[in-house]
């Protein structure tokens, strides 16, 4: 049984930082994409960040130099440093596995996490 559990979410003031984590079960996380998404309310789930089997990442524009996405596959786990928050960074974040090589493509994503909620104050 596959589970990804996301962790790490919480409340912060604009500019500050938060480090999310995820932890995968039931699959080799280091042969998958992972990815992370947020939904904020009202709006659609939409791609973070997301990191392949090789290293390579892709970020959104609206993160790009303030969130890093990394991975250990030795503890089967991605993480998502973010940092400078901004109040448009309040969502639930999930995180997701795709067999489809670094994709931001929501629908390619096969496995998802509960999430976690983010929320950014000024």
């Known amino acids: 049984q596959v589970q990804l559990v996301e962790s790490g979410g919480g409340s912060v003031q604009s500019g500050g930082s938060l480090r999310l984590s995820c932890a995968a079960s039931?699959?080799?996380?280091?042969?998958?994409?992972m990815g992370w998404f947020r939904q904020a309310p009202g709006k659609e789930r939409e791609g973070v960040a997301v990191i392949d089997s090789d290293g390579s990442r892709s970020y959104a524009d609206s993160v790009k130099g303030r969130f890093t996405i990394s991975r250990d596959n030795a503890k089967n786990t991605v993480s998502l440093q973010m940092n400078n928050l901004k109040l448009e960074d309040t969502a639930m974040y999930y995180c997701?596995?795709?067999?489809?090589?670094?994709?931001?493509?929501?629908?390619?994503?096969?496995?998802w996490g509960q999430g976690t909620q983010v929320t950014v104050s000024s």
């Open positions: 039931g699959l080799p996380s280091s042969s998958y994409c």
């Open positions: 997701a596995a795709s067999r489809v090589f670094r994709t931001m493509t929501r629908d390619e994503y096969d496995y």
